[in-house]
């Protein structure tokens, strides 16, 4: 059972809304005595916040450009606009969940992880680069780093299906079981659509309640 061939949220390309224009900003409490109209540009009002808004408008730019490649299936013409976009502005989270996406698929893990946690620092109730770094650690079987990841997933989302497939996957990995995994796994019970992961979850819950039976008759 391979949770990277499940679609979800974490494998799909993040959208960002365009960020619109800004013409004019009311000012309160300024210092200057001189009046201002309302029709004052910010680059009248403050240099510095029109030229990081040009910043945000041209990285928004190609970040767009980067999702539609990512899209058409074009992954290094995809990656180039992502790292213009946050050249120009490196607080956009999505450019760095798709950017390591993109890293992932291409066997570049060491620096896919790297994205995906920077995106988790900017959207600390996102799960999905917490659930993505849990996926690179469980692709290289690293079963305790990915069981560890995907409970970070599931500690901003506790209903989070992919984060519950990947940390019953790890938990088996590792051959453990206790009462918190008898949880995730009632948890993904009831949630889950899919046949073959229904029936994967039924025969891990037995093998975690033998697992508990045989730790306490010890």
């Keep these: 059972m391979n949770t990277s061939t499940i679609a979800s949220r974490g494998t799909r390309p993040t959208i960002l809304l365009t960020l619109a224009a800004m013409s004019a900003l009311p000012m309160h409490g300024c210092s200057s005595s001189s009046p201002r109209t309302d029709g004052a540009r910010i680059s009248e009002i403050n240099p510095a916040i029109a030229y990081s808004q040009r910043r945000r408008t041209e990285a928004l730019k190609h970040y767009n450009a980067a999702s539609k490649l990512h899209a058409d299936g074009k992954p290094d013409k995809a990656l180039g606009e992502y790292r213009q976009a946050l050249e120009l502005d490196d607080k956009l989270y999505g450019a760095w969940n798709n950017m390591g996406q993109l890293l992932m698929d291409q066997g570049n893990f060491a620096d896919a992880v790297s994205a995906y946690k920077i995106a988790s620092g900017l959207e600390p109730t996102d ?28 500690d901003r989302d506790p209903n989070y299906i992919p984060a519950l497939r990947g940390i019953i996957r790890s938990a088996e990995m590792l051959g453990k079981g206790d009462a918190q995994i008898l949880e995730y796994i009632r948890n993904a019970q009831l949630r889950e659509t899919d046949e073959q992961w229904r029936s994967y979850f039924s025969s891990q819950y037995y093998r975690v309640e033998a697992y508990i039976t045989n730790q306490k008759s010890n």
Aim: proline share 7%.
């Design 127 to 154: 799960p999905r680069p917490e659930y993505n770094i849990g996926l690179v650690y469980q692709k290289v079987g690293w079963a305790q780093d990915s069981f560890e990841h995907f409970q970070n997933a599931l």
